[in-house]
């Protein structure tokens, strides 16, 4: 990870290379680095570490003698000096004893103050990532170690407190261990046979109680006046070893192994002392070095290695989002940098979830119960990975859908199945809360170039990404993502534009402004930080921004010097106080004239330019004519802060008092003033702004609706003074100076012209009704106030009409609306008319009435209402929705096995199962034959099979009475049937017909000679009529109702009825689709009163106590109630 550092050039590089269990082999290569990056993990890594492990060298050491990676490295190549950490590792497959190396690397920046700075943040980042399985930490790890090292290195570089240069610590050593070094490197750095140049050695610590890599700097500043530049060198230190292994050229592996061998002694025990000319050599080279120091003595040295708590502690304090990432993101099996895409996203998922090292905690997850896994559970984290999944538009691991849906299925078991599938449920999980993340991450801020202050707000805004928890999902985290970051980007801005290096053309920049904008702005920076860090909403972020500009600018002036902020401050707060009011003109002008001459007096008239533009905006109101007042109100408006309510009220106090149009001050009221005043932030200050914007509002719809001596007015005049009391929110007047009869008479104006409307657009009788009570409780409310009108009469007529309608219509309702399936808990339909009714069954079902009267003349003393078409099987199946209808029906009907139907003829019902409790709408017409063959229907024919609007057939005499009883109507009688055919004659019905002869023949055709519904062995008919109309079988029982009053009456299926005038037994007339019509009706055998035949039905009818003619009032409102 490289990064440009926000203080200066320098350019950061912290990489991490080797084993470690979120990859299953090695890490994987980070981006192309720096030179000396490159250089260095090839000189380390490739062909030092990984070479040497690849080969079992370090298996090679003896086990009692083997120590763990825990070194400091320093790796030197001729692109430059990068600082590592290594420490031993494995990978996700389940292999240890591997090296991992965190390498870090500055440019351009002298390498000695790297090595003070990179080994606390390394070791930080070994904490860190050895305690997690998880991609993005260990990304995050290195970046948050990349930012520590450049912070740190832009306060101590060049400080006086730097500790001592690599030439100050070589003049301090013993020369003549370093004279011995030099001459042991002369002997070894001989090219071997192979021409190979390279040595490893290992040489004593020079200082003691030094810190990390002191002893490695001193050696390879002694070790470089021996060593070709162009030659790598690798210096490796433990914390607790008395020496350095040094590596020098590309070491082969047994040269890498011996650094982890403890049993390898001191390369310069036993050597003789060295000649005199190195020890001179040595002296001056110390004296040379000696005197290239950075700067001033060393402080006190540290401690060498900081405590594993205190680099945690260190690490939290600068790198929270790393903190709070392993507190949301699951520690093991996730993936880094990889990219969502349909193939293979999930791939190191599965990978780690079948060879069960992933390591994922499956308790995290949800899907456990004590040690087993719940199927409940389990399905819930399986739902929860399908949606995100979809939301993030990737595709999940092949089976995995299916193999997680068999294990709930089977009610988790086996459990190790389970636990297997829990495992790699939990790791899919975090594959997606990792590709959330890096949405998140792509929202870091970029610090380059930034001031204090605007580095107080992204370090903020870098520490609210961290509280965003990415298994809140990606639409969820993007939807926060974006609101917030709303918020910091308003709060950068303000920043940016008070940066004293881009204040306005003419503003002087002294040193004394400059510093005082500055600490302003550092300041505010801090409130704003707060804002930002806490997810504040967008406009206390722009309120806090809005004080920061008021700030800057009070402190600039014309002339660039420092404005007082003694009286101006204190007129602006009156200024803002009174606009936030709503105050008008007269109670504003004063505060204007004050600060405008206190403004240009103390010449910052620039830092009070704010609050006298808005003060001049409300003056500019009060001049402009009448007729731009609603164009001065919508520009006003356009700012939905509330800050120019004060305009908008001045607008609406001239509008309410100039004449304007009634339909513009509606416009402006509904749509301006209103929500101006519900901008306003202060309580009491909005509640008075609603009571005037009110008052002006009822005296405005006053004044439009006219006094005593106004003339009555056309309905469209009225009709717009409607729309206006609407959007007015215009009250009654309270107070008997407040034209109360104007009002009351105004308003029973008012519903004269909506009731005259209700009648014109032809609005049903409920809703005229409705309409007419309005009407009439306003003429009854206005009295003796309605007398003083020009139109009194006119309207007292219409309010004798509507009274008789009303009451009429109350007794329709009364008898109509409560009678027949109404009892039955059938709602009436709209359109209640005397003459028709429509009742809707709870099922939808829908039947419809009509009069028919009894008796004529005197007699007509009730009446009686028929269906207009024959009961439907699904109204049937409506009814017996019902427990006690379904018990008295059910053993009334034909009791048979439904597997082994004996019904011959067409059936339009079956029962659901053996058990008799149901009755359902059978697939086809006729129950299978013996030999199992359903009867066919000859080409050309209708086929549709039964459905709910089939008539009702194999129903009983008595189960017809129970059907008809349980709807609360009966059957008809036999003078009813035949009046209704009479009303019905003519019209076209369902009988039999050529239909049958073609069926006939084509029975004939394929052999098919199965016995048909009349118990005949063909399908022929001597009394079929010449004409078709291509149905074999029963139409729908609403079919013809569009031509006749009453459809069906001698066709379709016959009908049961109450022979004579309902005093006889039960009879059936009319004819069917399969018997020819006929008007005589034929008693029942008591075998048929038990099952029915194929071709009978009912229809029904109910009886109302009285005969209701026509609603005469109604109709008569309508009729005379229209004009004016």
Not at 5 to 21: E, N, Q, T, W, Y
Not at 370 to 379: E, F, K, P
Not at 577 to 586: I, N, V
Request: glycine letters at 8%.
């Amino acid at each position: 990870m490289a990064r440009k550092s926000r203080h200066s050039d320098v350019k950061i590089s912290v990489l991490a290379m080797g084993k470690h269990p979120a990859w299953p082999d090695f890490v994987e290569d980070s981006p192309v680095q720096a030179a000396a990056v490159t250089a260095a993990r090839d000189v380390l890594w490739t062909r030092g570490l990984q070479r040497a492990a690849q080969l079992g060298a370090f298996e090679q050491v003896a086990e009692a003698g083997r120590v763990a990676f825990a070194h400091d490295c320093l790796v030197a190549t001729g692109a430059g000096v990068c600082v590592a950490r290594v420490w031993n590792s494995g990978d996700g497959k389940g292999k240890t004893g591997w090296p991992m190396i965190a390498m870090a690397h500055a440019e351009p920046v002298d390498a000695s103050w790297l090595c003070e700075v990179a080994p606390a943040r390394l070791y930080a980042v070994q904490e860190m990532v050895t305690q997690t399985r998880s991609r993005q930490l260990v990304g995050l790890s290195l970046g948050e170690a990349a930012r520590q090292i450049e912070d740190t290195l832009a306060l101590v570089v060049g400080s006086p407190r730097a500790s001592v240069s690599d030439g100050a610590l070589l003049a301090q050593a013993d020369a003549s261990k370093v004279a011995a070094a030099m001459e042991l490197l002369s002997e070894k750095l001989v090219p071997d046979e192979k021409g190979d140049v390279g040595a490893c050695v290992r040489l004593p610590r020079l200082v003691n109680d030094a810190r990390a890599l002191e002893n490695a700097r001193l050696w390879l500043a002694a070790l470089r006046e021996q060593v070709d530049p162009a030659v790598p060198i690798v210096l490796m230190e433990r914390d607790k070893d008395s020496f350095v292994d040094v590596i020098v050229g590309y070491g082969r592996s047994e040269r890498w192994a011996a650094v982890r061998d403890a049993t390898v002694k001191d390369s310069l025990a036993g050597r003789e002392a060295p000649t005199s000319a190195t020890m001179a050599r040595v002296k001056q080279l110390q004296t040379t070095l000696g005197k290239r120091t950075r700067g001033a003595q060393p402080a006190a040295r540290e401690p060498h290695r900081l405590s594993r708590r205190s680099v945690a502690l260190l690490a939290i304090g600068g790198a929270m989002v790393v903190v709070t990432a392993i507190g949301i993101v699951l520690t093991r099996g996730s993936g880094f940098g990889e990219e969502a895409s349909p193939s293979g996203v999930f791939a190191k998922a599965r990978d780690g979830a079948r060879a069960g090292g992933a390591g994922v905690n499956v308790r995290d997850e949800r899907a456990v119960s004590g040690d087993v896994i719940t199927a409940a559970a389990l399905r819930d984290a399986m739902s929860a990975v399908e949606r995100e999944a979809s939301e993030q538009g990737v595709s999940l691991p092949d089976g995995l859908a299916a193999r997680a849906a068999a294990v709930i299925d089977a009610g988790a078991q086996p459990q190790d199945e389970a636990r297997e599938v829990a495992r790699f449920v939990a790791a899919t999980q975090s594959e997606l809360a990792g590709n959330v993340l890096a949405v998140i991450r792509e929202r870091e801020p970029d610090v380059a170039d930034l001031d204090e202050a605007q580095r107080a707000v992204a370090d903020a805004w870098r520490t609210r990404l961290t509280k965003i928890n990415p298994r809140d999902g990606l639409v969820r985290v993007r939807e926060r993502l974006d609101r917030e970051q709303d918020g910091y980007e308003i709060a950068m801005g303000v920043l940016a534009k008070t940066k004293p290096s881009t204040r306005e053309a003419g503003a002087s920049e002294s040193a004394l402004l400059a510093r005082a904008i500055e600490n302003a702005r550092r300041e505010r920076a801090t409130g704003l930080a707060v804002l930002v860090r806490d997810g504040a909403e967008r406009a206390s972020i722009e309120a806090a921004a809005g004080e920061l500009e008021n700030v800057v600018k009070a402190l600039t002036g014309d002339g660039g010097e420092l404005g007082p902020v003694d009286s101006v401050p204190a007129l602006q707060a009156s200024a803002r106080a009174g606009l936030a009011r709503g105050d008008s003109w007269e109670q504003l002008a004063p505060t204007h004239a004050a600060l405008v001459a206190a403004a240009e007096r103390l010449n910052v008239r620039a830092a009070a330019g704010e609050e006298i533009r808005r003060l001049e905006a409300v003056r500019e109101v009060t001049q402009v004519p009448t007729e731009k007042l609603l164009e001065a109100m919508r520009a006003a408006s356009a700012d939905t802060t509330g800050k120019r309510v004060a305009e908008i009220m001045q607008a609406w106090r001239r509008m309410t008092g100039e004449g304007v149009p009634a339909e513009t001050l509606a416009d402006a009221y509904a749509s301006m003033v209103k929500p101006a005043i519900a901008q306003v932030p202060a309580a009491g200050a909005r509640a008075a702004l609603e009571q005037e914007a009110s008052r002006r509002a009822r005296d405005a719809w006053i004044a439009a609706a006219g006094d005593a001596k106004d003339v009555a007015s056309d309905d469209a005049s009225v009709m717009e003074r409607e729309k206006l009391a609407k959007q007015l929110d215009a009250q009654p007047p309270q107070r008997a100076g407040d034209n109360v009869p104007v009002w009351q008479r105004a308003q029973a104006r008012l519903e004269a012209a909506r009731l005259r409307r209700a009648i014109s657009e032809g609005a049903s009788d409920d809703a005229l009704m409705e309409q007419a009570k309005k009407f009439v409780e306003r003429v009854d409310a206005a009295g003796d106030a309605l007398e003083t009108w020009a139109d009194a009469k006119q309207l007292r007529a219409l309010a004798a009409l509507s009274r008789d309608a009303i009451a009429q219509q109350a007794g329709t309702r009364e008898w109509i609306g409560t009678a027949g399936p109404a009892k039955a808990g059938w709602k009436v339909a709209a359109g209640i008319t005397a003459e028709s009714v429509r009742f809707v069954s709870p099922a939808g079902e829908s039947v419809e009435f009509v009069r028919h009267v009894k008796g004529d003349g005197a007699e007509r003393e009730a009446a009686v209402y028929i269906a207009r078409s024959e009961v439907s099987v699904g109204e049937v199946m409506a009814v017996l929705r019902n427990q006690a209808a379904a018990a008295a029906i059910l053993p009334l009907l034909w009791q048979f096995d439904p597997a082994a139907d004996p019904r011959v003829g067409p059936r339009a019902w079956s029962w659901a199962n053996a058990k008799r409790a149901e009755i359902v709408v059978p697939r086809a017409w006729h129950a299978p034959l013996a030999s199992g063959e359903v009867p066919a229907i000859a080409p050309g024919l209708v086929g549709d099979g039964p459905g709910p609007k089939s008539p009702m057939n194999y129903v009983s005499a008595k189960a017809a009475e129970a059907i008809a009883e349980a709807m609360h109507c009966r059957l008809l009688t036999e003078a009813e049937w035949r009046d209704a055919a009479a009303a019905s004659a003519g019209v076209l019905s369902n009988l039999p017909d050529e239909t049958w002869r073609v069926q006939d023949a084509f029975a004939q055709r394929v052999g098919m000679r199965a016995a048909n519904p009349r118990g005949d062995t063909n399908w022929s008919n001597s009394q079929a009529a010449e004409a078709s109309d291509g149905v074999l079988w029963f139409w729908a029982v609403d079919r013809g109702l569009e031509a006749a009053k009453f459809a069906n009456v001698r066709g379709n299926v016959a009908e049961w009825v109450r022979g004579g005038d309902g005093s006889g037994g039960p009879v059936i007339i009319g004819g069917s689709a399969m018997t020819m019509s006929g008007d005589g009706a034929v008693a029942a055998t008591s075998g048929d009163a038990l099952r029915g035949f194929a071709d009978v039905g009912l229809r029904v009818a109910f009886d109302v106590a009285k005969d209701v003619a026509t609603n005469d009032a109604i109709a008569t409102l309508r009729e005379r109630g229209g004009a004016r």
